[in-house]
């Protein structure tokens, strides 16, 4: 992921200007299994590449059971999730996977790194990713890509990330995604 800005996709609107956008990857927010099929038959007819939020999934549970069914179903590009066992089950099934990271308060931190010591993402997204210094002592701390997400809406902020050493954003800003699409 060379790209400063990833769209979060949080309804069938978003997906449609997803789907025409020159983005190659999006994260699936907000979705049902019921309309997985669809979403990710659309997205390959039109060359993109999905990273399905297992935790926002309704109708699935998001276990390793559930997470084995989406990897085998639909091979999405990756899975974002809180929990350890659908990260390690992920990375059995050769899918990029991405744990996100609640920056609530020291424990909520601390009780993450746990996690990813013992999970070893391919990812870790940072939130909120409007915290600088938090994205760059976890980047240090864990040498894992972040990405950084959640109330991100101004590219001053998108750039701070950077800084800090966010590989990329994601958001569902649309207004950031028009901004970055020039660049991407």
Sequence with gaps: MNKKVIPAISSIKNLEKF???????????????????NIND???????????????????????KGTEF????????????????VIRKAKQKGVLSIQRMFLIDSHAVEQSYRH?????????????????????????????????????????????????GATAVTTSAKNLWDIYEKIQ
Excluded at 134 to 151: Q, S, Y
């Design 19 to 37: 789907i025409t956008s020159p983005y190659e990857i999006g994260v699936l927010l907000d979705s049902h299994i019921a309309q997985l099929k």
């Design 42 to 64: 659309l997205a390959e007819k039109y060359g993109k590449k999905l990273m399905f939020h297992m935790d926002l999934i309704e109708g699935i549970k998001n276990d390793e």
């Design 70 to 85: 989406i990897c085998q179903e639909f091979r999405p590009y990756g899975l974002i999730s809180t929990k350890a066992n």
């Design 116 to 164: 990813i010591k013992m999970t070893q993402p391919d990812y870790i997204e940072v939130l909120p990713g409007t915290l600088p210094s938090m994205i760059r002592e976890v980047a240090e701390k864990t040498k894992i890509p972040i990405l950084a997400g959640g109330l991100i809406r101004k590219p001053e902020e998108v750039e701070k990330a950077i800084a800090a």
